[in-house]
Nanobody, 122 residues
């Protein structure tokens, strides 16, 4: 059974850092790309960034460039999202999702985590 489970969210002061994890099970992470999406209150879900099978990073949200990065540990079947210099506008539910090839379209992803809340108060 394919599952993606996020962890590590929480409340972070502006300018702070937070690392969130996505643990994959039921499939071999080596053969898939994993992306992080986010959805802020009252807004559509948006792609943040994606890590392809060859570990090429693709950023979909210009606002996070230079602040967020993504990495994977295939031995642990885990993908990490490292968030630095957090801003109130980063407040959202963050989701990891699986695809074969990175895309900013949510329709290209076949499995999603349950989502995890990240809050940066203003």
């Amino acid at each position: 059974q394919v599952q993606l489970v996020e962890s590590g969210g929480g409340l972070v002061p502006p300018g702070g850092s937070l690392n969130v994890s996505c643990v994959a099970s039921g499939f071999t992470l080596d053969y898939y790309a994993i992306a992080w999406f986010r959805q802020a209150p009252g807004r559509a879900r948006e792609g943040v960034l994606c890590l392809g099978m060859s570990n090429i990073r693709t950023y979909y949200a210009d606002s996070v460039k230079g602040r967020f990065t993504i990495s994977r540990d295939n031995r642990k079947n885990t993908v990490y999202l490292f968030m630095n210099s957090l801003k109130p506008e980063d407040t959202a539910i963050y989701y990891c999702a699986r695809t074969r090839f990175c895309s900013d379209s949510a329709k290209e992803y076949d499995y999603w985590g349950q989502g995890i809340q990240v809050t940066v108060p203003s």
